[in-house]
Every structure is written in structure tokens, then in C-alpha cells.
């Protein structure tokens, strides 16, 4: 019964800036990472930036100095600034959950999905 909320998409001019939100809920023990990625038409699901339960982070070359990936901790909650937009950014954004469930196990978890078009 884990569930990951997905905030924050929508219509941006080229330029522009949104942030993204997910929260997490349910019967998570630990939290080892959360991320984003990202779906256009046509292509498939790549990674767009992702942090660990440390602090790491990890960004696709694309996205290096214009998104960060932050989170918190006692919301269970990750975030994705996105900065100077481009065209090539559209596309529907997932959040992902890697956790350990309270029964024990590795498991993970995907967000619904939010939509971010960026119009030049």
C-alpha cells in the first residue's frame, strides 16, 4: 500500500522553471533512494536525477546545471528543481521510490506520472 504523490508539472515557456514534488507514503520501513525519470513519446522511460538516503546525487548528462534533485526527509518527500527549460525537457516526469518495506523486503515503487511541457 505504498503510494507516491506527483506535484508541480504543467505548461512552461523555453527558459522557464518549474519544481517538481513526490511524497511517499505507506508502509515503508526505510527509504534507500528516491529519483525522477522522465517518458517522451516515442522514447523510453530514461533516469533524469536521483538521491540516495546519504545525499548522493546522480543527474543525466542533459539535465547537469540546470535541474537539482532535493529531498526531506521527515516528509518523505523529493523535489526537482528544473531551470532553464528546453523542448527537449517535455515529457511525462515518474517519480521513484527504492525502499525497504516493513516486512522486510527491497522493493520499489512508481509515481503516476506528471505531465511537463515546455513550449518554445
Known amino acids: 500500500q505504498v503510494q507516491l504523490v506527483e506535484s508541480g508539472g504543467g505548461l512552461v515557456q523555453a527558459g522557464g522553471s518549474l519544481r517538481l514534488s513526490c511524497a511517499a507514503s505507506?508502509?515503508?520501513?526505510?527509504?534507500?533512494?528516491m529519483g525522477w525519470y522522465r517518458q517522451a513519446p516515442g522514447k523510453q522511460r530514461d533516469l533524469v536525477a536521483t538521491i540516495t538516503s546519504g545525499g548522493y546525487t546522480r543527474y543525466a548528462d542533459s539535465v547537469k546545471g540546470r535541474f537539482t534533485i532535493s529531498r526531506d526527509n521527515a516528509k518523505n518527500t523529493v523535489y526537482l528543481q528544473m531551470n532553464s527549460l528546453e523542448p527537449e525537457d517535455t515529457a511525462v516526469y515518474y517519480c521513484n521510490l527504492r525502499f525497504q518495506s516493513r516486512t522486510g523486503f527491497d522493493l520499489g515503487a512508481w509515481g503516476q506520472g506528471t505531465q511537463v511541457t515546455v513550449a518554445s
Open positions: 505507506g508502509s515503508i520501513f526505510r527509504i534507500n533512494a
